[in-house]
Structures are given as C-alpha cells and as structure tokens.
C-alpha cells in the first residue's frame, strides 16, 4: 500500500522567510512517481513538480527548490524568500507507474506568509 | 481548452436526488481522473480513465456513485440518491503521459442538504 505524510500541519512565517515542507512517503513499487501541488484559497490544485523515482537531482524553479531523499523515502519542498501569495495548501502526492495519475495525497501543509 | 473545465461549479441539491457533475479535460489527454476532497478524507482518487474505458474504478465510494466518458473527451460522475455524507469538492483531472503531470480543474462545490 502506499503513503504519504505531511507531518506539519500548519507553518507560519514571515515573509522573506524560507519555509520547508516535509514530505516523506512509503511504497513497495521499485519505480513511481512523486508530486508537488499548491491550493490557493480559490481552491484549484495547481500542479508544482512531478518527479520520477529514478531520478534523484534536486530541482530549483525561481524560488521554489525540491529535494529528493530516495534513501530516506523523502521528498521536500522549499520555498525559498516567501512571499504572501504563497500562502496556501501544499500537497505531496505519490503515484506507481502502473496508473501513474492515481494519486496517493498526504493530508496537506497550510502555510501562512504574513507581511 | 486551456485547462480542464468542470461544471457546475457549485451544486446545492437535496438529500435523495440525483446529480451529474460534468469534466471537459485539456483537449488531447487520453487520461481522465475524478478525486474528491472531503474535510474528513483529505483528496481521495475515484476513477480513473483511459480513453474510455475505467480500468480502475476502486475509489468509488458505493453503487450510488457512476461514471462515463464518452468519445475520449467529456466525463460525467452521476450520484445517486444523494447522502449528506455525499457533500465534498468533486475534482477532475487529465493526463497525457506521466510527463508533464497531472493537471485538474476548479471543482464542483455539492452540498446535499
């Protein structure tokens, strides 16, 4: 079976602040997939990052950088300088290569960029 | 379109009727997922669909709950005989490949009174 925790529940920062989200996963499949999305107050789920279990560089896009631990089963999210539009839900997400769009979600990280 | 399209958006209706929510995924994706999001559940995956066929059906919650796709493009979820319990964000999503993702749309808000 598969699972995803997010064990913050709540994070709270100042903006500029670097804040980090923990994602940390189980799975049996040898190869899957694992995904990053943000959720506005508007409510849509806005794809982030998709990674493939075999690939295990870090990846930075403008501010927001991903590092993936195989061997510690993690995948963590930074962003880095924040700033009040990131206020929002953060969802990891895994997926096996056999159905690769049934995602498994973990409960979510709400973050709060105060000025 | 430009990205996946549900409707309605928001959908009051009472206890015992029937709803259909409708999907229009981004135009070219082959695959086609319904999720819900509940405040007790978190998101929880539905169906799936590849073209369309649902060769992964195993998050529907009960008999109550159906989907179709027809001509490997629009989706419907029907739900029958609504519960309370039924309230949730209903969303869609669609894929081409793994690669780039998994994209989804806004959602329908149901509330069964």
């Known amino acids: 079976a598969q699972k995803v925790t997010q064990a913050q529940t709540e994070i709270s920062v100042v903006e500029k602040e670097d804040v980090t989200l923990d994602c940390v996963y189980e799975?049996?499949?040898?190869?899957?997939?694992l995904f990053w999305y943000k959720q506005p107050p508007s409510g849509e789920l806005v794809f982030l990052i998709r990674?493939?279990?075999?690939?295990?560089q870090n990846e930075i896009s403008g501010r927001y950088s991903w590092n993936f631990q195989k061997s510690t089963s993690s995948f963590n999210f930074t962003i880095t300088a924040s700033q009040v539009v990131d206020s929002a839900v953060y969802f990891c997400?895994?997926?096996?290569?056999?159905?690769?769009?049934?995602?498994?979600f973990g409960a979510g990280t709400q973050v709060v960029v105060t000025p | 379109g430009a990205g996946v399209s549900q409707s309605p958006s928001n959908k009051v209706t009472e206890k015992g009727k029937d709803v259909e929510l409708r999907c229009d995924p981004i135009s070219g994706h082959t695959a086609l997922y319904w999720y819900r999001q509940s405040l007790g559940q978190g998101l929880e995956f539905l169906i799936y669909?590849?073209?369309?066929?649902?060769?992964?059906k195993s998050g529907l919650p009960s008999d109550r709950f159906s989907a179709e796709r027809t001509g490997g493009s629009v989706s419907t979820l029907t739900i029958q005989r609504t519960q309370q319990e039924d309230s949730a964000v209903y969303l869609c999503?669609?894929?081409?490949?793994?690669?780039?993702?998994?994209?989804f749309g806004s959602g329908t808000q149901l509330s069964v009174l």
């Open positions: 999503a669609s894929s081409l490949a793994p690669a780039p993702g998994v994209f």
């Open positions: 799975t049996r499949d040898t190869t899957y997939y």
């Open positions: 997400a895994l997926s096996g290569t056999d159905s690769w769009g049934k995602l498994q």
């Open positions: 669909f590849q073209g369309n066929s649902a060769p992964d």
């Open positions: 990674r493939n279990s075999f690939d295990e």
